[in-house]
């Protein structure tokens, strides 16, 4: 299986964005998002999604579970997207076009955890619930709830698995670790630290990315997110140790882009990847030996809840509660592997395919 998946889902996104954005220019004033719900919900509440992207398939699948949601409960879902991930000045435009709107909440996944803030202050100043999604923004008590995968446990389930596959190697392994973009929001921070940590290397300061001293880690490198990003990260740190033989990866667009660099240096057979994300693609790819795992979440299930809890914010004031024990709502992570280490809870690619999306 060829892992530049991502290519032909951005192409067609893009097409998709372009369309959106030319039906909101003629009909919406030069509105920079495209509304899935329409503007004219007549007296339905006015639910916003905001993703970071919707050219990754994370969010196309986010995308569809809002609107699933919105359709049984009964309102308008309008949705915007960043033009690529750390576009914190489109979501800030976002945000103040649901609030003219009138909205009655926002379900959003911040690009920028922290510059995000004054803006989500301004929404609820407004009357409306604000619910992060996947990412939460910093601080986390700066929104009403957060619906999301607990990336920190992500990162563990994979450093474990990571440990547990290398066995005696693991004492001088050469890591890679592709991380997400320079702000570093904490999802990046979150699965970076919990794959170190579940690995057995010692965290300097677990909410920031690249301050350890453990010596098998040769670099940290940024992706966006993305095939190209990965691709060319993975490049720049073959070039600084061409014998790394672990490699971690934000996500599975950017483990794509790592194997395809990896393919092209002739490594691809000595190195494992993990990642995480759990995308149908990213399964098969696991399938096929070319993930040796991942940590699979589930973005339906966190966009449903969050439509669900603005549904019930705008009947009667009603506001999500947290998972007991923890300060957001666990949507829920499993590991996937066809090659499972003792010790560490997983399930096969079969449950993974059964269960991904993408």
């Not at 699933?68 to 435009?93: H, I, R």
């Not at 005696?168 to 320079?182: C, F, G």
């Not at 990260?233 to 194997?259: C, F, H, R, W």
């Amino acid at each position: 299986m060829n892992l530049t998946w991502s290519s032909s889902r951005r192409t067609t996104a893009l097409l998709s964005l372009s369309a959106a954005a030319a039906l909101a220019l003629a009909g919406c004033g030069g509105s920079s998002g495209s509304s899935s719900g329409g503007s004219s919900g007549g007296d339905k509440p006015i639910v916003g999604l905001i993703t970071k992207t919707d050219t990754n398939p994370f969010f196309v699948k986010m995308k569809e579970g809002a609107q699933q949601a919105a359709d049984q409960a009964g309102v308008t879902l309008q949705s915007f997207a960043g033009k690529a991930d750390g576009d914190n000045e489109s979501q800030v435009q976002a945000i103040e076009n649901l609030i003219s709107a009138g909205a009655k909440g926002i379900l959003i996944t911040p690009s920028d955890s922290k510059a995000i803030v004054p803006e989500i202050d301004k929404a609820k100043q407004a009357g409306m619930l604000v619910v992060a999604l996947d990412t939460p923004t910093d601080p986390a008590s700066a929104v009403d709830a957060t619906f999301a995968t607990d990336n920190f446990q992500a990162g563990v389930l994979i450093g474990q698995w990571a440990k547990g596959k290398l066995g005696a190697q693991a004492a001088t392994a050469k890591i890679a670790m592709l991380d997400l973009s320079p702000n570093h929001p904490s999802v990046d921070v979150g699965r970076d630290q919990g794959f170190l940590q579940g690995f057995g290397i010692d965290l300097a300061d677990k909410t920031q990315i690249g301050d350890e001293t453990d010596p098998r880690i040769v670099g940290h490198d940024s992706t966006n997110g993305a095939a190209d990003g990965g691709r060319t990260a993975m490049e720049n740190l073959l070039q600084k140790d061409p014998g790394i033989n672990l490699v971690y990866t934000i996500n599975e667009p950017a483990a794509s882009g790592a194997y395809q660099a990896l393919k092209a240096a002739g490594k691809d057979k000595a190195v494992t990847i993990v990642s995480v994300d759990g995308g149908c693609p990213g399964v098969q790819a696991v399938k096929a030996g070319q993930l040796g795992a991942t940590s699979q979440q589930y973005p339906l299930k966190m966009a449903q809840q969050g439509v669900e809890a603005v549904a019930a914010f705008a009947k009667d004031g009603t506001k999500p509660q947290a998972t007991e024990g923890k300060a957001f709502t666990d949507t829920g992570v499993t590991l996937i592997t066809d090659q499972p280490q003792s010790g560490v809870d997983s399930k096969d690619t079969a449950f993974g395919l059964q269960n991904c999306w993408g």
